[in-house]
């Protein structure tokens, strides 16, 4: 696939996904949420960490309800399930971690589209808003999971009520997001964390995504046991044997993500 509205590229196992449309703050059509699941999936397939950002001065605003090419014929129950679930699927669902680093406004779907990622990290100036009532719908793009689940149902209810907007400081203290950096240090810093996670054991860290994933619907029991069998399955792999030689011999582990 030709990217048009966002760019693409892989440097030392690190996947960088920035989408491109600044001058409507990153807005999703049809075209970007096609270019997005694209990159994501490839990602997967071509490195052991995908970066979702934007350019600009916003992460990403939702929604484009200027896209007129869209709007006379636009059905929300359709573009949901046909061109958002498969883009959020294809984060969710990444055999590698994936990052959100959010770089500035995130509005709408595009606050959901960061949130769905494994790891989300914001500059301090970046800010979080469900604008969803503002127009008279509900959040939408797995909003409805992520949030209580995120911060819990007070918060999430009012986020969801009065659509205001929620600062990246705030979004940490509130356990929404995994951190919040200042804005001269962020790119460096969403760059090594990605990094770090590059390096590491990639099956492993695939088995914990599905794990957590899997431990809101499982009882205690079923979790045990989903424990028991992934963790087996992790003492399998070469990174598992790799680990455990490099803390004898006191040294790094060099994981080679197997």
């Known amino acids: ?48 960490c995908v970066v979702l950002t934007g350019t600009g001065r916003a992460f990403c605003s939702g929604q484009d309800l200027g896209d007129r090419s869209n ?22 669902d990444s055999p590698v971690p994936t990052i959100s680093a959010v770089n500035g406004a995130a509005a709408g779907a595009g606050a959901n589209l960061a949130l769905v990622a494994d790891v989300v990290i914001a500059t301090e100036s970046a800010f979080f808003s469900q604008a969803f009532t503002r127009i008279g719908l509900i959040p939408d793009a797995g909003g409805t999971w992520a949030l209580p689940r995120q911060m819990g149902l007070a918060k999430a209810m009012g986020a969801a009520l009065f659509a205001e907007k929620i600062s990246a400081r705030q979004a940490d203290q509130w356990g929404m997001i995994w951190e919040a950096v200042a804005d001269d240090e ?21 088995k914990v995504k599905q794990a957590m994933h899997a431990s809101f619907e499982n009882d205690l029991e079923e979790q ?19 680990g455990v030689l490099a803390f004898l011999e006191k040294r790094p582990a060099a994981f080679e993500g197997r």
């Open 71 to 92: 709007a006379a014929n636009l059905d929300l129950e359709r573009t949901l399930r046909d061109e958002y679930v498969p883009m959020l699927r294809a984060i969710v």
């Open 224 to 242: 045990l046991a989903l424990e028991a069998k992934l963790q087996g399955e992790c003492g399998q792999t070469r990174d598992f044997k790799e």
């Open 186 to 206: 962020f790119d460096a810093h969403w760059r090594a964390r990605a990094a770090h996670l590059a390096k590491g054991p990639t099956a492993a860290f695939q």
């Open 1 to 48: 696939m030709q990217y048009e509205t966002l760019s693409y590229e892989v440097a030392d196992g690190v996947a960088v996904v920035t989408m491109n449309r600044p001058d409507v703050m990153n807005a999703l059509n049809t075209q970007m949420r096609a270019e997005i699941t694209h990159a994501v999936k490839r990602g997967g397939e071509e490195s052991r």
